[in-house]
């Protein structure tokens, strides 16, 4: 069994910053690809960014120039700085990793609410 637990949602200013984190635990020792989708109220989940082993970073064409998404050094980890947030940026962001079975695992899921 692999948890992930993440952590650094909330309410934030339009134009403010916020740093997502995802960890994982269990059964789990390496990963294909580690990141965040988001889901929107009355919208399909997208993937906003996410980063393979190997260290090979991919992006949301919405999120691009604005999102970083990196690894925590030894860890089984990721960390995303979100800047310039955007009304439109507000979901429910979801972490997920695929395992190197090809089997992957999501968070429950954090609330990002970007607004005046």
């Known amino acids: 069994q692999v948890q992930l637990v993440e952590s650094g949602g909330g309410l934030v200013q339009p134009g403010g910053s916020l740093r997502l984190s995802c960890a994982a635990s269990?059964?789990?020792?390496?990963?294909?690809?580690m990141g965040w989708y988001r889901q929107a109220p009355g919208k399909e989940r997208e993937l906003v960014a996410s980063?393979?082993?190997?260290?090979?970073?991919n992006y949301g064409d919405s999120v691009k120039g604005r999102f970083t998404i990196s690894r925590v050094n030894a860890k089984i980890a990721v960390s995303m700085e979100m800047n310039s947030l955007k009304p439109e940026d507000t979901a429910v962001y979801y972490c997920?990793?695929?395992?190197?079975?090809?089997?992957?695992?999501w968070g429950q899921g954090t609330q990002v609410t970007v607004s005046s």
């Open positions: 980063i393979t082993r190997g260290g090979r970073n």
């Open positions: 269990g059964s789990i020792s390496s990963f294909n690809v």
């Open positions: 997920f990793i695929e395992g190197l079975g090809g089997r992957d695992w």
